[in-house]
């Protein structure tokens, strides 16, 4: 199910078009980017971004952007490397063609789970991507929901966090089911502080599971720290990439009493076996944002994905405007107390 734009709440303030304001799109989700300049009265701008023989990508802008605020959108999905190597070039084009300021609307950040050495040897590669950006010419990054929040740090330019937190805390009241029956579960230590926040919003209890990870991409779920019998669980995290940990941690839910498993995930990375897994779990709704395009009709009817381009609009408005975006989000707030 996707949440369909007429359904969307509208913007607070009306919205006069100006010639210096422009959206542009990359490849890797250009309907999300034709949603955020619907909900903004806009329209994206005419680009021309195409492969040569050899795989290299070539950018031209067809029209004027002197002088204009432009933001370009662009999640870092998969096929990640191109998605980056091509929002770069489309940086570097708008740079040289003399646009005011480059703002780099990222509502997925690529290679952000390896933001620090856990062990010997190995790449910081959300440090290495920021560097990248702000080599290639964006003045400003706006983000959503990073995986570690400490990746603004990375960045020597301006980052806007904004998270989806209303998106998915909405839809899981609009369920009607009695917060006393339901607990917030994070799937591990790390997502805790996130979750804490999720559970004051819904105002229900707090669970958190145990995980190990001995593997590379690969973690175990051990125990619930935490009353989860027959209460309805909800687990929220940023990322679902093979599904393992979450699949995981919905079986372990369940052995431990749980009546129904609810997953929240901002961005559904959806890798390998995830889909599969997904839709043998016992999750009865596994509820993603369209930060990442998916194929909803070839994913299973468990799997429902709502739109952020409200949230995202509101923030380039803001952007532009030289408006205050934290003030959006409350959550940003209370997750830095």
């Known amino acids: 199910m996707v949440l369909e734009l007429e359904d969307l709440p509208k913007l607070e303030r009306s919205i006069t078009p100006t010639h210096d304001i422009k959206l542009f799109s990359g490849r890797s989700n250009p309907k999300l980017s034709q949603e955020i300049a619907d909900y903004l009265g806009t329209s994206v701008g005419p680009m021309v971004v195409k492969n040569f023989a050899d795989g290299e990508i070539y950018v031209q802008v067809k029209e004027s952007v002197r002088g204009d605020d432009v933001f370009i959108i662009q999640p870092l999905c998969n096929p990640v490397n191109e998605n980056l190597m091509e929002l770069l070039i489309i940086i570097d084009a708008f740079k040289r063609a003399s646009a005011k300021t480059i703002t780099a609307v990222i509502p997925y950040y690529g290679y952000a789970r390896q933001d620090r050495k856990t062990s010997g040897r190995e790449a910081i590669t959300a440090k290495l991507v920021a560097d990248l950006l702000t080599t ?172 952020v381009a409200p949230l995202l609009g509101q923030a380039i408005a803001r952007i532009h405007d030289d408006e205050s975006v934290s003030s959006l989000f409350g959550f940003e707030k209370e997750m830095s107390v």
């Open 136 to 307: 290639a010419g964006a003045d400003r990054v706006l983000a959503m929901d990073l995986h570690t929040g400490q990746i603004q740090g990375f960045f020597n330019i301006l980052v806007d966090h904004i998270y989806a937190t209303s998106i998915l805390v909405n839809y899981i009241k609009s369920l009607n089911i009695n917060p006393d029956d339901i607990v917030a579960v994070s799937p591990d230590t790390g997502g805790v502080q996130r979750t804490r926040y999720f559970a004051k919003q819904i105002g229900c209890s707090l669970a958190i599971i145990d995980k190990r990870r001995d593997k590379h991409n690969e973690a175990i779920a051990n125990h619930v720290i935490g009353d989860v019998t027959d209460k309805v669980c909800v687990m929220f995290d940023d990322i679902i990439d093979t599904a393992g940990t979450i699949c995981g941690a919905a079986k372990l839910l369940k052995e431990n009493g749980a009546r129904e498993v609810y997953v929240c995930a901002t961005h559904p990375v959806f890798s390998g076996p995830a889909i599969e897994r997904l839709s043998s779990a016992p999750i009865k709704e596994c509820i993603v944002t369209n930060t990442i395009p998916l194929d909803m009709s070839k994913m299973p009817s468990n799997i429902k994905q709502l739109s």
